[in-house]
């Protein structure tokens, strides 16, 4: 039968303006996350992580929140660059393991210059 | 260093066809992982290999694929015979052994794409 093609939510941004990307997550025993950027025709890149233990943990330009009550992620990017263009996807790990992390599908960063 | 390095970076094929996708980790990088991609189920990994030894192959879809690790420095994952749902992208990461995700470098992945 005839496929629906998928697309990837997407965020615009005007240059110099902050960014927030959300990641809701399913397992309430997850216990460390992280952030990854993916760029056109590249492999996932990792950002930033973040383990349950803390609610914020902030890098270079970036920030990671997360809310456990609600299950939320959420990745700021300040001042956001040309170069920010990309996919930006959250993955979850449960009780450690590479087999136990599942990761998102992402959403797609477009910054106006 | 010249990062991961995968090959073919893109493969078009026919159902029912053999498939070989290929690997180098960075040198030095003694785990090697291989990752499938799709639109609907984001990234999953199939594979995980620890200085030359599969360790978990959980992720692995069936017996039509396959993954060797000869050596330090190579690794192939196989599907025999491909099937239209395989069509994904590929991809392999390195890393040291028990440094976690945050030390995971990608490679470029192989686009596949099975008629």
């Known amino acids: 039968g005839e496929s629906v093609g998928l697309h990837l939510p997407t965020l615009s941004v005007q240059e110099g303006d902050n960014s927030i990307i959300n990641c809701a997550y399913s397992?309430?025993?997850?216990?460390?996350f992280i952030w990854y950027k993916q760029e056109s025709g590249k492999g996932p890149q990792f950002i930033i992580d973040i383990r349950s233990n803390m609610d914020k943990r902030q890098g270079q330009r970036v920030t990671v929140l997360l809310n456990k009550t609600v299950k939320h992620l959420s990745l700021q990017i300040a001042a956001t660059q040309p170069g920010d263009s990309a996919v930006y996807f959250c993955a979850e790990n449960f009780g450690g393991g590479y087999q136990k992390v599942t990761f998102g599908t992402g959403t797609k960063l477009q910054v106006i210059p | 260093d010249a990062g991961v390095i995968q090959s073919p970076r893109h493969e078009v094929t026919e159902m029912g066809q053999e498939v070989t996708l290929r690997c180098k980790p960075i040198?030095?990088?003694?785990?090697l992982f291989w990752y499938r991609q799709t639109m609907m189920r984001g990234l999953e990994l199939l594979i995980y290999f620890n200085n030359n030894v599969p360790i978990d192959d959980s992720g692995m879809p069936e017996d039509r694929f396959s993954a060797k690790m000869p050596n330090a420095s190579f690794s192939t994952l196989k599907i025999q015979p491909s099937e239209p749902r395989d069509s994904a992208v590929y991809f392999c990461a390195s890393s040291p052994v028990g440094g976690g995700m945050e030390t995971q470098y990608f490679g470029p992945g192989t686009r596949l794409l099975v008629l």
């Open positions: 040198s030095g990088h003694n785990s």
């Open positions: 397992n309430s025993a997850s216990d460390y």
